[in-house]
């Protein structure tokens, strides 16, 4: 499975960003796909997650009530909508997907994107 994000950018506080994560060469619908994020001197750290069927989603706390991710899987792209974004969201953000189970845990994911960055000056 390869994994393209895309959507990233400079905003200001307040504002929202969309972005999109494409997969090719596999079974899409198969995988649950989620999104991290990595801000320099940091881990990556676990986003949100939406399984295959699209029933479950999970999200960080720091992002409930702002982020909402949903998947397509006729088009085989996953989103992740960004509101009321803040200065501490600003990091390179990451699309995964995997078959395993621990989806907030960036270590079971089997495949990554090249990432996306994401800047929120105040």
């Known amino acids: 499975v390869q994994l393209q994000a895309s959507g990233g950018g400079l905003v200001q506080a307040g504002d929202s960003l969309r972005l999109s994560c494409a997969a090719s060469?596999?079974?899409?619908?198969?995988?649950?796909m989620g999104w991290f994020r990595q801000a320099p001197g940091k881990e990556r750290e676990f986003v949100t997650a939406?399984?295959?069927?699209?029933?479950?989603?999970y999200y960080a706390d720091s992002v409930k009530g702002r982020f909402a991710i949903g998947r397509d899987n006729a088009r085989n792209t996953v989103y992740l909508q960004m509101n009321s974004l803040k200065p501490e969201d600003t990091a390179v953000y990451y699309c995964?997907?995997?078959?395993?189970?621990?989806?907030?845990?960036?270590?079971?994911?089997?495949?990554w994107g090249q990432g996306t960055q994401v800047t929120v000056s105040s």
């Open positions: 995964g997907a995997t078959r395993l189970p621990g989806v907030t845990d960036y270590t079971r994911y089997n495949y």
């Open positions: 060469g596999g079974s899409f619908s198969r995988y649950t």
């Open positions: 939406i399984t295959w069927i699209g029933s479950n989603t």
